[in-house]
């Protein structure tokens, strides 16, 4: 496993489902969502909640979304 944390580019569906991300060297077309789950946040931090997908595209990878818009790859796991 590899923590990331990257900020990355992702093409969704209407529902805000993953279907491509890419990140500084490559393109990944996900072919399935494994999991999904929500994460709170330290509000009085300044952070956002965030939406966690566990997809598979080509490897196994964590991607999140925050309410604020941004996308991230935050694990790959080996």
Do not use: C, N
């Given at each position: 496993?590899?923590?990331?944390?990257?900020?990355?580019?992702?093409?969704?569906?209407?529902?805000?489902?993953p279907?491509?991300?890419?990140?500084?060297?490559d393109?990944?077309?996900?072919?399935?969502?494994?999991?999904?789950?929500?994460?709170?946040?330290?509000?009085?931090?300044?952070?956002?909640?965030?939406?966690?997908?566990?997809?598979?595209?080509?490897?196994?990878?964590?991607?999140s979304?925050?309410?604020?818009g941004?996308w991230?790859?935050?694990?790959?796991?080996?």
């Amino acid at each position: 496993m590899r923590r990331l944390r990257q900020t990355i580019k992702v093409v969704a569906d209407a529902d805000g489902r993953p279907l491509q991300f890419t990140t500084r060297y490559d393109t990944y077309r996900v072919t399935q969502i494994l999991e999904t789950w929500r994460e709170g946040s330290a509000w009085w931090a300044g952070e956002v909640p965030r939406w966690f997908f566990r997809v598979e595209a080509g490897g196994t990878f964590d991607l999140s979304h925050g309410d604020d818009g941004d996308w991230r790859l935050e694990v790959a796991w080996d």
